[in-house]
């Protein structure tokens, strides 16, 4: 009898790889001791800030990522120079997430090196295969936010 193989479990396992490899890639210190995640953050809020402003709630809700988690993550950003939260005159209450050009200068790195990773995951799926997964995932993402 075959054994039912769960997508959960593989985008678990796949899930579980990406972050391994993207963890080893940028171990090197150039990267200065970065998660392949927290990369992702950084560039998630260089996109987004060219487009308009990034608060801490648009990188929780992105990243599928509690609060807390990203409370404690922003303030490592921080304390290494990397953002500057400043104020918005139509809220005290909000904070935007400005990359500093520190910040710029790693990502510019790091965006070549998260480049050469896709390309390595992509490498032999057709654009309709690619596109064929990423509407299956977006789809169970939204069975999973409901």
């Known amino acids: ?62 990243f599928s990522l509690r609060r807390s988690t990203v409370t404690v993550m922003l303030q490592g950003f921080e304390q290494k120079g990397y953002i500057l939260r400043v104020p918005v005159s139509r809220d005290a209450r909000l904070k935007k997430i400005v990359l500093t050009e520190k910040a710029e200068q790693l990502q510019e790195r790091s965006w070549r090196e998260m480049e050469r990773f896709h390309q390595k995951l992509e490498e032999n799926l057709s654009e309709d295969e690619k596109e064929q997964l990423l509407n299956l995932l977006g789809k169970i993402k939204q069975n999973l936010i409901k």
Do not use: C, N, W
Not at 21 to 32: G, M, R
């Open 1 to 62: 009898m075959e054994e039912k193989r769960y997508i959960g479990y593989e985008i678990k396992s796949i899930s579980h790889l990406i972050r391994r490899k993207l963890d080893i890639a940028f171990s090197a210190p150039e990267y200065d001791g970065m998660t392949g995640v927290q990369h992702a953050i950084m560039g998630y809020i260089m996109r987004h800030a060219k487009q308009g402003e990034v608060f801490q709630r648009d990188i929780e809700k992105e």
